[in-house]
Every structure is written in C-alpha cells, then in structure tokens.
C-alpha cells in the first residue's frame, strides 16, 4: 500500500515504475517438507511467520528501480520455539 504516491505527484516529485514509500507484510511458512536435522544435530523445524514492512521504493531510470524495505514481527515454531523475527530487503530491480 503505498502513502505517499498522491504527495510525491503533487509535489512533482518521480513516481514512475510506482517510486513512494509503502507499508506490506511478509507471511512465511516453512513445512515439515524442509525440517531436517545437518551432521552437527542442527535442527530446522516448521515454521509460521508475519512482519509488516515499511520500505521505499526509487526509480533511478526509467529501467532500473532500487526498494528497501525492512519490518520487526512474531515468528512461531515448532518444539515451542516463538520470538521476534526481523526482516530487511534490498532489491535492484531492471526492466528489460
């Protein structure tokens, strides 16, 4: 959802390839498909996630975008395992 689009247009501000700030969420689910044990007994068990984001997003020419995002959330696990999840974006993006 971006905020900011209306404000940027009016100020006549870049808004091509949709160049604001925004808010998301990431939802993440990691099945028992993926939960296995490595040779050091390290575990990867299921998982179920959500992080609202903010993040920005620039047109640096009229084919290549640059967006960071970044968000704090809650992740639950399995065996009880539940905390704070973060998560950071970095993204360079080209139109061909």
Known sequence: MNYNFEKRNEKGKNTN???????S???FYVSD??????RNNLTINKAFGLIPKYGLRRALSEKLNFEFAFGL??????NNINGIASSIDLRINLKL
Do not use: R
């Not at 498909?33 to 490595?38: A, E, F, I, K, Y």
């Not at 959330?73 to 399995?78: I, L, P, T, V």
């Open 33 to 38: 498909l993926l939960s296995s044990t490595n």
């Open 73 to 78: 959330g809650y992740s639950w696990g399995g």
């Open 17 to 23: 390839n949709n160049s604001a700030n925004y808010f």
């Open 25 to 27: 969420k990431e939802i």
